[in-house]
């Protein structure tokens, strides 16, 4: 009977590595090596004596000085070949003798030899036999834990099987082959949970000089594993309870981390003993989640092959369990193709996550004649009057007339039907797009800052209205703050008793129904408890959201300015908020790591998004309202699917939390900005990364598209906005790259050939940013006087 190991051939040993600067201390269960078959068929057959011989023994000594890893190798092979000599297993016994080269020596003698003196738990005064019993009991022992106590029977007679796995012929030391194939004790050993905790550091290094001492090729690929190792083994050891020896290694190897983990190895340091870890919610996603590593198959074939003739089973062990190796064939990636992509809390994304087929079209406009103005400026703010005019069809409406091949099907998800008031406001939108500015290098945008002057109150999110009528700001002393930023006054609709007097007929009711006594250019919403970090205007102007740290998202009216509803979902502070552009639905994400789609006649959300394992920190729907993005502080990104709550599409290369999204008009492309000073640039359809502008120096918290799509700008903390050329940053992309097993493309350095403008303010951060229907840019942020 032979006892089958899991894997055998990818399970590996411990051995000490002599390229070490100090000498391995020996395991603290003493490695039995011997060729597989052998050892396993007599572990197997003996288990009833050995495991008793094991419960007996007691826990074996630490080794003496004299006992070296040939010595104690070669007393293991020499008990088990006893052991099968006395089991009457003649032919086992001569196959691992001629394998092990031990064909003409006196096996008694070997046994007494003076290696044997300072085996552990056997005394040199004791005869052969005990000697051998001792030994067997721990192999016994060791391979009851390895196979769970159960046994799988195998042909002794064959010898092709047993030669199969047995040592191939290599250099002969002591009598004893083996330099470079994973002995039996210490692959048995590494189902163990846990392996010599003194030993830990010295495994790191031995990995940490092999890949540094590998070639360029593989060298970018294989350093990917410094931080995953250093954090499962750091935390394995906290968890074990080896405090000091978790303490040792933190400090001999956390400096040698990429920059970008500096947050999370802050964290990790305050983790130093077991109970700290069932608290902290990042660190136990981090043990349970698999970090991905993309690793071509080259390299991943030199790791392998390393750990096992080192017999590094520790780092195996943790390899296998909380990795997730994503093996591609072809070239290994250069460090800056590496660089661009890694960053989050869980590694890569793997390739499949972006394989999914995403409808990134746009949907087809409804159909409805398009009065334009003969004259040049009559009646552009009479909306009703236009209608009365010859209708003729704008050439801006046919535009979207096709069917994008992309676009989700019309009826994929249920939208809200178009009112009239709808239908008036789309009319006078596509009047303003007739006379919009083509943007380009040679035609930028001019920029209209509003600065929110003393805002004591501390300005932490702002949005304007579509048509650029209405700016809202949400305050750290939780109150909402509505401006006009047009002659136009914020009024009231006038109270019930008045309104029953009004003729619902005629022409001007909803002038009339308005109360001039209200009028004004601020209003003030109350009723948050804690401050509000995220605002959204709907589409139609008669609605607003803010979300809060107290939790709750809020739905106001902008005809009462009063509190319609409260969506209480979130347990915890909710980050951002935002309708769908076409109404009715909402998104909302928060500190509780997911994401809410709402819809404002629901007080329950109609999907919840779970993924992120941290904080989502802004939330954005695609304009075909078919998807939703999510940026979050595990600097990942997210694309998720309305319709069922799938996730989509995973974007990692952000190096800190993401704060700022935006979809380009035409649903193809996003940009993502973080507090990593980058804003980066994904093709959707395809699920790749396809640019990174370089430039600002603080976190991005704004950026949107000009309404049709030639430049992207971006605002940052460092109180600058910056205009780039999106045309150029998503033009000559070669599709073809896409489609390649690698799913990487080579990024070009062109920040600066892309950047068409810096433009500073005195001291304010840019927190929002909006492009007119006529594209002028608007942007605002308080000023802040340090």
Request: aromatic share 8%; with cysteine; proline share 6%.
């Amino acid at each position: 009977m032979a006892a089958v190991a899991e894997e055998p051939a990818e399970v590996v040993a411990v051995k000490p590595d002599p390229e070490a600067e100090t000498p391995p201390q020996p395991p603290a269960a003493p490695p039995a090596t011997a060729a597989p078959p052998a050892p396993s068929a007599a572990a197997a057959e003996g288990e009833a004596a050995g495991s008793a011989g094991a419960a007996s023994s007691g826990k074996p000594s630490a080794p003496g000085p004299a006992a070296s890893p040939a010595a104690l190798d070669r007393q293991t092979l020499v008990a088990v070949l006893q052991f099968l000599r006395r089991s009457n297993l003649r032919e086992s016994e001569e196959i691992l003798r001629r394998e092990a080269r031990l064909l003409g020596e006196d096996l008694g003698t070997a046994a007494l030899s003076p290696a044997g003196a300072g085996l552990p738990g056997a005394p040199g005064s004791e005869g052969d036999a005990s000697s051998s019993e001792a030994l067997l009991s721990r192999v016994t022992a060791a391979a009851a834990i390895a196979i769970g106590g159960s046994v799988a029977p195998v042909a002794s007679s064959s010898p092709g099987v047993a030669a199969a796995a047995a040592v191939p012929p290599g250099k002969v030391g002591g009598g004893v082959v083996v330099e470079d194939q994973p002995d039996v004790s210490a692959v048995l050993s590494a189902y163990n949970q846990q392996g010599d905790p003194t030993l830990y550091e010295e495994y790191y290094s031995g990995l940490k000089n092999f890949i540094e001492c590998s070639l360029d090729c593989h060298r970018a690929e294989l350093s990917q594993l410094f931080y995953p190792l250093f954090v499962h083994m750091y935390l394995e050891l906290v968890y074990n309870q080896h405090e000091s020896e978790a303490k040792s290694f933190f400090e001999r190897f956390h400096g040698d981390q990429e920059c970008y983990y500096q947050d999370d190895l802050r964290v990790l340091s305050s983790l130093t003993k077991k109970e700290h870890m069932k608290g902290n919610e990042t660190m136990l996603d981090f043990r349970t989640s698999k970090f991905v590593l993309r690793i071509s198959r080259d390299s991943y074939q030199l790791l392998k092959r390393h750990l096992q003739e080192k017999q590094n089973n520790q780092i195996w062990n943790i390899v296998q369990e909380h990795l997730y190796i994503d093996i591609f064939d072809g070239m290994p990636r250069s460090k800056q193709q590496i660089d661009a992509m890694v960053g989050s809390l869980a590694g890569e994304a793997k390739r499949e996550a972006n394989k999914a087929k995403v409808f990134f079209g746009l949907l087809k406009e409804p159909e409805f004649d398009v009065p334009l103005d003969d004259e040049d400026e009559e009646g552009e703010n009479e909306e009703g009057k236009p209608k009365k005019k010859k209708p003729k069809r704008d050439s801006v409406g046919s535009k979207s007339k096709k069917q994008d091949p992309n676009a989700p099907p019309q009826n994929r998800i249920p939208l809200p039907e178009l009112k009239d008031s709808d239908k008036l406001d789309k009319v006078m939108n596509m009047k303003e797009a007739a006379r919009r500015v083509r943007l380009g290098p040679e035609c930028l945008p001019s920029i209209c800052f509003y600065t929110f002057l003393n805002a004591y109150q501390g300005l932490t999110a702002v949005d304007i209205t579509d048509d650029s009528s209405m700016i809202v700001g949400g305050f750290a002393d939780s109150t909402v703050r509505v401006w006009s930023v047009t002659p136009k006054k914020l009024r009231s609709v006038k109270a019930a008793a008045d309104l029953s007097l009004i003729d619902k007929e005629s022409d001007d009711v909803l002038e009339r129904i308005m109360d001039e006594k209200t009028a004004s250019e601020l209003k003030i919403l109350y009723g948050h408890s804690g401050p509000v970090y995220g605002t959204s205007f709907s589409p139609d102007r008669n609605y607003l959201l803010s979300c809060s740290e107290d939790g709750t998202v809020r739905l106001w009216s902008l005809q009462t300015f009063t509190c319609l509803v409260g969506y209480k979902g979130h347990n915890y502070p909710v980050w951002d908020t935002q309708f769908s552009p076409y109404g009715y639905y909402f998104v909302s994400g928060g500190h509780d790591r997911v994401a809410r789609l709402w819809a404002t006649d629901h007080y329950q959300p109609l999907r919840i998004f779970a993924g992120h394992l941290a904080d989502v920190t802004c939330t954005r729907f695609h304009p075909n309202s078919n998807y939703i993005a999510t940026g979050s502080a595990d600097r990942t990104v997210r694309l998720w699917d309305v319709l069922n709550g799938n996730c989509v599409r995973i974007f990692t290369g952000h190096k800190g939390p993401i704060h700022s999204l935006a979809f380009s008009p035409n649903g193809r492309f996003l940009a993502t900005g973080a507090t990593d000073g980058r804003v980066l640039l994904w093709d959707i359809g395809h699920g790749l990364m396809v640019g990174e502008l370089k430039g600002h120096t603080d976190t991005i918290y704004a950026l949107r598209f000009s309404r049709d799509g030639e430049i992207l700008a971006s605002g940052s903390m460092d109180n600058t906005v910056r205009l780039w050329d999106a045309v150029k940053a998503f033009e000559d992309l070669e599709t073809d790259d896409f489609t390649t097993a690698t799913g990487h493309i080579n990024l070009p350095e062109n920040s600066q050939d892309l950047l068409l403008g810096t433009y500073m303010t005195k001291s304010t951060p840019v927190v929002h940013l909006h492009f007119t229907r006529r594209n002028l840019l608007l942007a605002a942020g308080a000023y802040s006087s340090q």
